[in-house]
């Protein structure tokens, strides 16, 4: 059995493409979902890969679904902090809860998730941690204060997080997906599509939640030992930094 690899979001879009590409690539992967019961079964038939409901929003139920999974499969050696939600308004309309919810589940989640494992990983000497941030958590976006000031927290506690696990061979590396053609955003009007969205993009169209599976395949791996507090763009020269 190879390590255990954690996905949160797992079942879905960006994050059921992480999760199949890593159990392609040798792990023990578990995925963690939030609320589709009917998906997340669907995806194991499918895939056969594991699913674990609770909230990442949820610190207390963290604490137990990871230990659900480490029970049943061993302990977690890479975690993929990919689940976010979007709760998009323009800021004078934006009500306290609609803050609330995507801070605490795209930003505290990260901690709620992350502080379980890491001791774990440095009596361990190995682990490797992923976030999924946003390119809109590199530029911003109008219309998602909430969401942007989350995705850029991601990254500041990316680079913080890798300087204090280096020493202990755990890496910590964050990746910005732009427009990544899943479910959702392939549900957008064909005309806002070809008209507004991809002709910002300067590769001429949108992602595949495989190619960022393929990213995070990297980084979980021996060969990306000596890459840590980096953010990956993946958004097809969208935004270059």
């Known amino acids: 059995m190879g390590k255990v690899a954690l996905v949160t979001g797992g079942t879905r879009g960006i994050g059921a493409a992480i999760s199949t590409a890593l159990k392609k ?10 609320g589709n019961d009917d998906a997340a079964a669907k995806f194991t038939d499918e895939t ?39 709760r998009d308004a323009m800021f004078h309309k934006m009500k306290p809860e609609q803050w609330r919810d995507v801070i605490d589940t795209n930003l505290s989640g990260m901690f709620n998730m992350t ?3 890491w001791s774990g990983m440095r009596d361990r000497k190995f682990g490797r941690i992923i976030n999924i ?9 109008m219309g998602q204060a909430n969401y942007s000031a989350a995705k850029a927290g991601d990254l500041g506690f990316t680079k913080a997080l890798a300087q204090e696990g280096a020493f ?33 993009i300067p590769v001429g169209r949108l992602g595949e939640p495989d190619e960022i599976a393929r990213i995070v395949v990297f980084l979980a791996s021996d060969d990306a030992g000596f890459i840590t507090g980096s953010t990956i763009s993946a958004n097809g020269g969208q935004y270059v930094i």
């Open 48 to 86: 056969g890969i594991p699913t674990y409901k609770w909230s990442v929003a949820d610190y207390d139920a963290c604490i137990d679904g990871i230990g659900s999974v480490e029970a049943e499969l061993g302990p977690v050696e890479i975690l993929v902090n990919n689940a976010g939600i979007t």
């Open 168 to 200: 202990k061979g755990i890496t910590v590396n964050a990746i910005c997906p732009g427009y990544i053609g899943t479910e959702m955003v392939r549900a957008i009007d064909d005309d806002i599509l070809n008209s507004k969205i991809i002709p910002q």
């Open 25 to 34: 690539a040798g792990y023990s992967v578990a995925a963690n979902y939030a």
């Open 133 to 141: 941030s946003s390119i809109n958590g590199q530029k911003g976006q």
């Open 115 to 117: 502080h379980p494992v």
